[in-house]
């Protein structure tokens, strides 16, 4: 049976330029989790104010 987890990661991009950005502290949560076998289903900005400066992660393994 599957197994999910949905994180919330702060971070921020100051300034969309239509080019192409690394987003760090999400790359770094997404690359540890894959480590540990789970797999990325989602990545989606929050969309308020509390969550604005973020994303969530949502992933699978199993």
Excluded: K, L
């Excluded at 599957?2 to 192409?20: K, L, P």
């Excluded at 950005?21 to 997404?30: F, G, L, R, S, Y």
Aim: net charge negative; aromatic share 12%; proline share 2%.
């Amino acid at each position: 049976m599957a197994e999910y987890r949905v994180v919330h990661v702060q971070d921020f991009i100051s300034n969309s330029t239509g080019q192409v950005q690394t987003i760090t502290n999400a790359t770094a949560v997404m690359n540890q989790y894959a480590a540990e076998g789970w797999r990325v289903i989602s990545c989606v900005p929050g969309t308020n104010a509390q969550t604005y400066g973020g994303v969530f992660i949502t992933f699978e393994r199993g």
